[in-house]
């Protein structure tokens, strides 16, 4: 959908043809929807859109003629590295091979292909079409040209990509959803604060203003200027941070008293889950909007 709003034509591949049915079938159906919300992307009408999508059952067909190639299968090593020795013996030295992988390491990914200096990790966030974040990570042989490339495209299409300047395992963005994970775990199984209230230290605290800045501009806008934040705090965060304590062994009890807390406020079957998915997606949704109305002078 986010290539198809920047005029690209995609082919989408599987081995499962219903698979592909079902997925041209709920593109027409959000592209619809997310018309009437005034929230799609794009200057071409849903129509155009959706005649620029076409699924295809042969990787050969797929890849022939394409610039870009977004692999999105689940998250298996071995099936991912499949794909990859598959797509290294049908394809010609320009295409850029991207995977989808949100932290296995390239280096992995990629090893031993004959087009390696194509090959990136493009790891796009959910839902990618209100959640513009792309993280770009290399392979130690990957040409710059390769990343300069995904680059454009994505910010052609909308989307906000950064670059790692080197492989590291969770890549950022889990490395530090992984953290704020790790703390809030320790909080709730040390009895500090509830599991309810741990979600709203983030919903309506620090989240509110991560939406619009990072936290290293969040220490820059709380002192005069990042110098002056570490001359006044570095030493109170040192302290708290060696109260820390080891990563956490998700214990079953603890799993328990997170999921009654989380099923209290959504149930854990499909139909709750599913309708929270979708206010969320309302939510991220809203948000995108007021982001662009809110872009700094």
């Known amino acids: 959908m986010l290539f198809a709003s920047g005029g690209f034509k995609v082919k989408l591949y599987d081995i499962e043809q219903q698979q592909i049915t079902n997925a041209l079938e709920t593109i027409r159906k959000d592209l619809k929807s997310l018309e009437e919300a005034g929230s799609l992307k794009g200057s071409l009408s849903v129509e155009e859109q959706v005649s620029l999508i076409s699924g295809c059952s042969s990787l050969q067909e797929a890849v022939e003629g394409a610039v870009h190639i977004q692999e999105c299968v689940p998250e298996n090593l071995e099936l991912k590295k499949k794909i990859f020795a598959q797509l290294d013996s049908i394809v010609d030295d320009k295409v850029v091979l991207s995977s989808s992988s949100s932290c296995l390491l390239p280096s992995k990914l990629f090893a031993s292909l004959v087009h390696v200096r194509q090959c990136l990790v493009a790891h796009p966030v959910n839902p990618p079409y209100f959640v513009p974040l792309v993280e770009l990570v290399p392979h130690p042989e990957t040409a710059p040209a390769t990343v300069d490339r995904t680059h454009a495209l994505l910010q052609k299409i909308g989307q906000c990509p950064v670059r790692l300047l080197k492989e590291v395992d969770g890549f950022a963005l889990n490395r530090l959803q992984y953290a704020v994970i790790s703390e809030a775990w320790r909080l709730v199984e040390d009895g500090v604060v509830s599991p309810t209230d741990l979600d709203l230290v983030m919903s309506e605290g620090l ?35 060696k109260t820390f304590g ?39 949704m809203q948000l995108s909007k007021l982001k662009r109305q809110m872009q700094p002078q």
């Open 246 to 284: 080891p990563i956490p062994e998700f214990s079953r009890d603890t799993v328990e008293k997170v999921n009654q807390a989380m099923c209290t406020k959504v149930p854990d079957d499909p139909e709750h889950l599913e309708a929270r998915r979708q206010w969320r997606d309302k939510c991220l």
């Open 207 to 241: 989240g509110t203003r991560y939406a619009f800045i990072g936290p290293l501009e969040t220490m820059h806008l709380n002192a005069e200027g990042m110098s002056n934040y570490c001359d006044r705090y570095s030493e109170g965060m040192k302290r708290v941070l």
